[in-house]
């Protein structure tokens, strides 16, 4: 699973299933946004794209039995990462 360049982690969260993710960027959400379209598809991942409320977008991946997640959000000047990535195969909660 790809992680922004220079991106910093806020914070983690680990369950049985799943492991959570938050970083921040300065970079704007548009280029963060190309880095994980692209570098998910490069690595293997078939992507998936929606956008959630307030127009905030969501990659879904799926490689193999694993599922993924990124979530982008705006907040001033800054950019924020959530990446869920399944710990066991075939399971990402919403």
Same mark, same amino acid.
């Given at each position: 699973m790809p992680i922004y360049p220079g991106a910093i982690a806020l914070v983690g969260?680990?369950?049985?299933?799943? %492991?959570?993710?938050?970083?921040?960027?300065?970079?704007? %959400?548009?280029?963060? %946004?190309?880095?994980?379209?692209?570098?998910l598809r490069r690595e293997g991942w078939a992507v998936r794209e929606q956008e959630a409320l307030e127009g905030a977008p969501i990659l879904d991946g799926r490689k193999g039995s694993r599922t993924c997640r990124v979530e982008l959000t705006e907040d001033h000047a800054r950019t924020y990462i959530t990446v869920v990535l399944s710990l066991q195969p075939g399971v990402v909660k919403e």
């Open positions: 969260r680990q369950t049985a299933t799943q %492991l959570t993710m938050t970083f921040t960027t300065e970079d704007g %959400l548009p280029h963060v %946004l190309a880095f994980y379209r692209e570098r």
